[in-house]
């Protein structure tokens, strides 16, 4: 078995945005001459998500609405996460100057990573599904980390 990872880095414009990033994952397919396996697709990050859905701007707006209104970015929404009177932990290293509790919330309710059958050289993904890179902090360097694996 073999495995080759790729790192791509991003720059992102600010909280809700979708980026497709099925190409890159198709072209670390292809460069990796792997016919058979899994292509795993990775956030490093607590305030993205990776997701497979349909490229399709009415979904990406209803998307928007269903996670407003799970977990509300509006500034006079409490979140603990962002109280820095009673928050003692994961302080180091970031000035916390703009509120991301709703973005971590979001988070939780995605996943950090997709995985996505490799078989003769291909992704197997369905008709209309796309694999995206999801922001949902504010716009920020981010990564994405990519590995495929198999023979």
Known sequence: MRHVF???DLRTEGCGQFID???DVERAVSDSAITNGMALVYSP????AVVINE???GFMEDFAEVLEGLAPQAADHYYRHDDLEIRTEGLDGDPHET???HAHCRAVLMSA???VPIVDGRLRLGQWQRLFFCEL???RERKVFIQV???
């Open 6 to 8: 790729a790192n791509h």
């Open 21 to 23: 990033v099925t190409e």
């Open 45 to 48: 990050h607590t305030t993205c």
């Open 55 to 57: 490229r399709e701007s």
């Open 99 to 101: 509120p991301n509790g």
């Open 113 to 115: 990573s997709q995985t």
């Open 137 to 139: 902090d504010r716009a």
């Open 149 to 151: 694996i198999g023979e």
